[in-house]
């Protein structure tokens, strides 16, 4: 039978979350002697380790897979002292001096201060058919399941960097890729454009909104698409790959945290600082705007240096 009293453990600093942000914040709280505990939530390495290349994060002039990058910055942390372990935090009480957060529901920490850095998910349109075929042909993540699509059609939903890049990653591996955009412009940068325009297998479907997905019990097999608003367009593909933004991961901080009115954190100034004292947030969880990883390492960075003054004068 399962220990129910099982003792809490009192620790300094506790870091939730473990893309750049969270690993960055590592480096710093271990060199600053903070101790601290990171929680690696229930995706290792975060978002990036999503994305095939990355290209521009300052010292990898030859770009590096992000999966390798988030190895590298996991390490760096390692080799400083931080305590990093598996596990998610499933609740958290903030308001007292001591912050009280459960992991997996069952082991209870103790922390004298908490940096949030639990990022972001990737949004779904909302469609019960999507619903219905996800994980059976419907992925927010190409770079994931885009091997199973080795000389076959797929879709990727979205006209930004990640929708471009993911297209660019799949008509390496799909025979087809339909790039289907909402409005009549793409909103990603246009060297990823570029590339996309020199693109032969990649199909951009301009002003088509993806009303169904079609399939059987073998998957996927097409997507009803209304163009302009009035003409009905149906396609054949086995995948659909969403790349239409992300929601921030602050579901469990909602009642005690600010949030602002799309749900991430907001934070003081130029500083981590969120309403309740000693409580940081740092990356894409507190950052509707930039969502980099270099700007994620950067805020991460920041929260440590908050929680090592916040703790200093405690
Ligand atoms: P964005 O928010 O930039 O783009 C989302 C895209 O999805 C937009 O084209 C948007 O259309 C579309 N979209 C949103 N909702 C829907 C919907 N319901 N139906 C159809 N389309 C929809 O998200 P990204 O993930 O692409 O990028 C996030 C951030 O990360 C950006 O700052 C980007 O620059 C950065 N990034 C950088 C990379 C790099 O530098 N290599 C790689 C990947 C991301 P609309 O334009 O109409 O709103």
Request: charged fraction near 25%; hydrophobic fraction near 35%; include cysteine.
């Amino acid at each position: 039978m399962e220990n129910s009293t099982q003792a809490i453990e009192k620790i300094n600093c506790l870091i939730i979350g473990s893309g750049p942000a969270g690993y960055t914040a590592a480096i710093y709280a271990s060199r600053a002697n903070l101790n601290p505990v990171l929680y690696e939530g229930m995706q290792t390495g975060g978002q990036l380790t999503t994305t095939s290349e990355v290209e521009n994060f300052p010292g990898y002039p030859e770009g590096v897979s992000g999966n390798e990058m988030m190895e590298d910055i996991r390490k760096q942390a390692l080799k400083f002292g931080a305590d990093i372990r598996e596990g998610n935090v499933t609740s958290a009480d903030l308001s007292d001096t001591k912050k009280i957060v459960t992991i997996d529901n069952k082991k209870t920490i103790e922390a004298n201060v908490v940096i949030i850095a639990t990022g972001a998910s990737a949004r779904y349109l909302g469609l019960e058919s999507e619903r219905k075929f996800r994980g059976m042909g419907v992925s927010a993540c190409a770079v994931c399941d885009g091997f199973f699509y080795r000389k076959q059609s797929v879709a990727v939903i979205g006209g930004g960097d990640t929708a471009v890049g993911d297209a660019l990653y799949l008509s390496g591996i799909a025979s087809k890729v339909y790039l289907i955009v909402r409005k009549n412009y793409l909103r990603a940068s246009k060297v990823l454009q570029e590339r996309v325009a020199n693109t032969p297998n990649i199909e951009i479907l301009y002003e088509h909104v993806t009303k169904e997905v079609l399939g059987d019990d073998s998957g996927v097999t097409g997507l009803r698409l209304l163009k302009q608003d009035k003409e009905e367009v149906c396609i054949k593909v086995t995948g659909m790959f969403l790349a239409i933004g992300h929601k921030p991961n602050t579901e469990i901080f909602k009642d005690q945290i600010t949030l602002d009115e799309n749900g991430y954190i907001i934070t003081e100034g130029k500083s981590s600082q969120t309403n309740i004292q000693g409580v940081f947030a740092c990356g894409d969880v507190q950052d509707p705007t930039y969502r980099q990883a270099i700007t994620a390492a950067a805020s991460g960075c920041k929260a440590a240096l908050d929680a090592e003054r916040y703790l200093q004068l405690q």
